[in-house]
Nanobody, 114 residues
Framework: VQLVESGGGLVQPGGSLRLSCAAS????????MSWYRQAPGKARELVAT????????NYADSVKGRFTISRDNAKNTVFLQMNNLKPEDTAVYYC????????WGQGTQVTVSS
């Protein structure tokens, strides 16, 4: 049972990245999924959530209009498309499975800098 994030990296302000989170070992399509992030010295914060079917999404105010969460239940993967990135988006990004027993991935670093 695990979540594995990928797609992080270094990008200039205004650039884009697409994060992926591959799930295994559980029935992915039964769970809501979320992306969180944690910047150095700050608490982990919720970025976006998607329901199990993908029919509903929610976003933190700080990323609305720039980030899009989506999922492919056939591929057991959740995505985070990040556009118009800003330096303040720099953080380690984590995916998380919803439900009574949460499950976290190991995180992927996103650095926005010129």
């Amino acid at each position: 049972v695990q979540l594995v994030e990928s797609g992080g990296g270094l990008v200039q302000p205004g650039g884009s990245l697409r994060l992926s989170c591959a799930a295994s070992g559980f029935t992915f399509s039964s769970y809501a999924m979320s992306w969180y992030r944690q910047a150095p010295g700050k608490a982990r914060e919720l970025v976006a959530t998607i329901t199990s079917t993908g029919g509903s999404t929610n976003y933190a105010d700080s990323v609305k209009g720039r980030f899009t969460i989506s999922r492919d239940n056939a591929k057991n993967t959740v995505f985070l498309q990040m556009n118009n990135l800003k330096p303040e988006d720099t953080a380690v990004y984590y995916c998380k499975r919803g439900g009574i027993i949460p499950l976290w991935g190991q995180g992927t670093q996103v650095t926005v800098s010129s």
